[in-house]
């Protein structure tokens, strides 16, 4: 098994290992025979075609495992795990449209270039071929002795059968993608070509600055319309949130503070007085009955030491006391119990499990069975290590056999179960021997061993500054008056009471059901506001009061609006496209200036707007006007004939009229078939994410996520 086992050992790989876990706002499908005419059990369509909540739920699950390995939030996940359903499903459409099937032998054919596989080189023999009857014969026997293990394989089948599909169709199209003779000599012309143009810009910052434009609802409609595909918008809610931090004060900075040094220099009630952080027996248990951190009895090295004494521990003494200092929201004291050098150590090992343990899919055997065995496979390699490899086949852990049961070199902060580490720490170079832990027994054998940097057993004891009940009644006090001075009120007086009272105020003005975090907040409430929010018996203009489980901040929401399926809510997107519909309507004020001045020269247009005639060589390819990138400029300037003064051009930062006075051409080097190929190439490069995005715009995408909540939200 020991390609599956590389699989299995790297969770990263397992891109189809999943899990079947509910979604918070689903119920038991059989409690529920239909929602709104639609099966609970699919979630949307795609071009017609289903997507179920199975493979929205694994896919989820997936990109949770790799959240998780990549150390960020496993939450909000929601959306993007939708969007990627909604791709394959595209994807797989065009494949077959294409006359592609995902047929067996296409599956094993193609299965070496997939990502999971091709850069792997446990894989291929050694004349590079793939191994693919030996990864069959593999996933045959694990069919029949593991089918958790079978079925996981499925799942993992399942997505690199989309990530083949994808490969194919990309490689397909793009192939097509190709510049005629024709296209290539106008496009090198127009690189080559220069025109030599004087000109007047009206700046758009500058104008405002002296010209003030109020941007209406109306105005930003209006530029919606013109750019419908822009503008598609999902369902989404304009929310106002006003959060009150439960913030310790300074009152409570100095409880905290008088508590730590009562701990360190003083004496514990319990001890009557006479017990303390400095001259206490007992280390641990003190640190265990009065820190708000528990007991940490691991070797550390000086970087992951608290910041304050790292640079004061390598010349401290066993037993030297630091502190009281502050880290964070943090009282410390801290005191060296021991300092060693941390040794690294190669080992290997023979993993027994049982029938039960975490690592005992498909074991039958008992506790007892397990550990009579791994005493004798134990009494025979300690005698003989040579023995070892002959007993491999038997190991329960598949990554490690894969290697001849190495472990690889480890240190004490290897993220090893206790036991295995202890042994592995008090043992020396050649030591075999049976450790029992969770997952079963471990035949271990230390194979060498080297002494590694300075590492040191540091005592802390914390006390956090927390918020005390007086300093939360008060939040909460500041919270609930809030509350009644906005219900009813509109959006603006919601906004103006919290800015003039100082309140924390955000306004996630096109936040989606599934987003997970709304913007600006970040709470494990999140989830419950975005619920209340797509509710359908909330209201705009509704309020609601939420206090965040543990640290008692107290938040205020408030629906400032609802936007349905279709073209974005104008508001909603003000803080997008005020500037350029605001660019815009001062670019129709100074055309018409200009027409009304029926101005026929640029020192009249210049003494107009109190601008200057500038000078620029232009270039299509490359259209940089004084140091903006100006593409109707650059157009215009070989549009117009030469002499002749060109009509008002509204450019991205300005508007310009220009004179157009020559134009030359300047050869660069590089013959006709290079560019050919550039320009090609550049293009291939460009469709892939261009085309997907096409494909999603232009398909008939249901969602019925939220539909399916509402009612099941209703019936709860």
């Known amino acids: 098994m020991a390609i599956l086992g590389q699989i299995r050992s790297k969770p990263w790989l397992l891109m189809g290992v999943i899990a079947l876990a509910l979604l918070a706002f689903l119920v038991n499908p059989d409690s529920i025979d239909k929602v709104f005419g639609k099966n609970p059990d699919v979630l949307g369509k795609v071009n017609g075609e289903k997507v179920t909540r199975e493979e929205f739920n694994d896919q989820l699950f997936v990109l949770q495992q ?25 994807i797989k459409q065009q494949f077959e449209k294409l006359g592609f099937e995902m047929t067996d032998d296409y599956f094993w054919n193609q299965i070496q270039y997939d990502q999971m596989f091709a850069q792997q080189q446990q894989f291929f023999d050694e004349k590079g071929n793939f191994k693919t009857q030996e990864l069959k014969k593999e996933i045959e026997t694990l069919k029949g002795t593991n089918p958790e293990g079978y079925n996981q394989w499925l799942k993992t089948r399942k997505t690199v059968e989309y990530r083949l599909m994808a490969r194919q169709v990309f490689s397909n199209i793009s192939a097509g993608i190709t510049t005629g003779k024709k296209e290539a000599e106008e496009l090198m012309k127009q690189r080559d070509q220069l025109a ?22 109306a105005d930003l409609d209006n530029y919606i319309k013109q750019h419908p595909v822009m503008f598609k918008a999902e369902p989404s809610r304009n929310i106002g949130i006003v959060y009150f931090p439960s913030k310790p004060s300074p009152a409570d900075d100095a409880a905290a ?28 248990m003190f640190v265990m009955a009065n820190s708000d951190m528990p007991y940490n009895n691991q070797y550390a090295k000086p970087n992951q030491l608290p910041q304050t004494i790292q640079g004061q521990i390598a010349s401290a003494a066993i037993g030297q006391t630091f502190g009281p200092y502050k880290e964070q929201n943090f009282y410390v004291v801290s005191k060296l119990l021991d300092k060693k050098t941390s040794d690294s150590t190669l080992s290997r090992h023979i993993l027994i499990a049982f029938k039960g343990s975490p690592a ?7 506790k007892e069975q397990a550990k009579k065995l791994a005493d004798s496979i134990g009494a025979i390699v300690k005698a003989n290590p040579g023995k070892f490899t002959e007993f491999i086949k038997l190991s329960n852990d598949p990554s490690s056999a894969a290697q001849g049961g190495s ?16 042994y592995l720490a008090n043992n020396p170079k050649g030591a075999t021997g049976v450790v029992e832990t969770q997952f079963g027994y471990h035949i271990i054998n230390i194979e060498d061993k080297k002494p590694g940097s300075m590492s040191y057993k540091v005592a802390n004891l914390v006390k956090e500054v927390k918020p005390s009940d007086a300093t939360e009644a008060e939040s909460d006090k500041k919270a609930r008056r809030f509350i009644q001075q906005v219900q009813g009120k509109s959006f603006n007086d919601f906004v103006n009471i919290a800015k003039k009272e100082n309140f924390q105020f ?10 997970g975090q709304l913007q600006g907040l970040g709470t494990d409430k999140d989830g419950e506001i975005l619920a209340w929010a797509f509710n359908k018996k909330t209201s705009k203009g509704d309020t609601e009061f939420f206090t965040v489980e543990g640290t008692g901040d107290k938040i205020v929401a408030y629906l400032n609006g609802k936007q349905d399926a279709g073209l974005a809510d104008a508001e ?15 670019a129709k004020q100074i055309s018409d200036k200009i027409a009304g001045a029926k101005a026929s020269s640029l020192d009249q ?34 549009g117009v004939a030469k002499g002749k003064l060109s009509n008002p051009i509204e450019g991205g930062t300005g508007v310009y009229v220009l004179i157009k006075k020559s134009e030359t051409i300047n050869k660069q080097p590089g013959d006709l078939k290079q560019f050919t190929e550039s320009i090609t190439q550049r293009g291939a490069q460009m469709f892939g994410p261009a085309w997907m995005k096409s494909l999603q715009d232009n398909a008939d995408i249901k969602d019925y996520r939220i539909e399916i909540w509402n009612k099941v939200g209703n019936r709860q």
């Open 605 to 638: 247009i210049a003494k107009l707007f109190a601008s200057t005639k500038q000078t620029a060589q232009v270039n299509m390819l490359n259209p940089s006007v004084a140091g903006s990138m100006e593409p109707k400029v650059a157009g215009a300037a070989f």
């Open 572 to 586: 909603s997107v003000r803080d997008q496209i005020e500037v350029i519909v605001k660019n815009k309507l001062a």
């Open 360 to 366: 005992g899919e498909g074991v039958t055997r008992s």
């Open 257 to 284: 503070q008088k508590e730590i040094n009562k701990l360190f220099s003083g004496g514990t009630d319990a001890s009557g007085g006479t017990e303390n952080f400095q001259n206490t027996k007992n280390d641990s």
């Open 506 to 515: 955000s306004n996630p003005k096109a936040a989606k059901r599934f987003d």
């Open 66 to 90: 790799q959240a998780g390995q990549q150390g960020r939030p496993k939450t909000g996940l929601e959306e993007q795990a939708w969007q990627l359903l909604v791709q394959s499903k595209l």
């Open 407 to 422: 472990l690889g070199w480890t240190t004490p902060e290897t993220p090893f179960v206790p036991e295995f580490l202890t």
């Open 196 to 217: 030599d143009i004087d000109f007047v810009k009206i700046d758009y910052a500058a104008y405002l600055q002296k010209t003030k434009i109020n941007v209406t609802t």
